[in-house]
């Protein structure tokens, strides 16, 4: 059973920094594209971010492009995504996911890409 597991997020105000963790058992994430993505209240999941196997590859949403990086520490088996510049519409629960095909050297933003997700982190943004 793969189970990715999300870590780092907590409650903080306008414009300070997050820096959410991805690791998992089951499954070496080192061989495979990961993304992170979003959900707000009443709101539909978001991608975030994705990135290729080897880190060569990334992409992000419009809205956290220039603030957000991700990345990935294959030796660790674990994907980060750094979020700088906080702001109020960043407040989401961020789930990490993994696709299912091995060295997959593209980034993927549509949920139906990955097979497994995790139980999520919340990031609260006050004001």
């Known amino acids: 059973q793969v189970q990715p597991v999300e870590s780092g997020g907590g409650l903080v105000q306008v414009g300070a920094s997050l820096r959410l963790s991805c690791a998992a058992s089951?499954?070496?994430?080192?061989?495979?594209?990961m993304g992170w993505f979003r959900q707000a209240p009443g709101k539909e999941r978001e991608f975030v971010a994705g990135i290729g196997w080897s880190g060569g590859s990334t992409g992000y949403a419009d809205s956290v492009k220039g603030r957000f990086t991700i990345s990935r520490d294959n030796a660790k088996n674990t994907v980060y995504l750094q979020m700088n510049s906080l702001k109020p519409e960043d407040t989401a629960v961020y789930y990490c996911?993994?696709?299912?095909?091995?060295?997959?050297?593209?980034?993927?933003?549509?949920?139906?890409?990955?097979?497994?997700w995790g139980q999520g982190t919340q990031v609260t943004v006050s004001s």
């Open positions: 089951g499954r070496t994430f080192s061989a495979y594209a």
């Open positions: 996911a993994t696709n299912p095909l091995p060295r997959s050297g593209s980034y993927y933003r549509l949920g139906y890409d990955y097979d497994y």
